[in-house]
């Protein structure tokens, strides 16, 4: 892979917990909308991906890690205190 300008994972085989967040994303992305829907060319597809990324998964999906909040929502929390002062 060197040879290649790959990078292989970030750790040994085996250990599961490395990947687990990369894995739980396209995991979500497969069953929420990839398998949902029927693409007629690979352009089609990548297009779609990267809308659903930027457009939903990154902004309004609501997300654990944010307690269940929206991204948009926490983002402007952090900015009410600062249009006040």
């Not at 085996?14 to 990947?19: A, E, H, P, R, T």
């Not at 398998?35 to 309004?60: C, H, L, M």
Request: hydrophobic content about 30%; charged content about 25%.
């Amino acid at each position: 892979m060197t040879g290649l300008s790959m990078r292989s994972s970030m750790g040994r085989t085996g250990v599961c917990w490395n990947n687990s967040m990369a894995e739980s994303f396209f995991s979500m992305l497969k069953n929420e909308r990839v398998y949902r829907t029927v693409y007629t060319t690979k352009t089609q597809e990548k297009r779609d991906v990267i809308a659903y990324i930027e457009g939903f998964y990154n902004s309004r999906r609501r997300h654990s890690a944010l307690d269940y909040r929206k991204p948009n929502e926490v983002h402007y929390s952090y900015q009410q205190p600062a249009l006040a002062a």
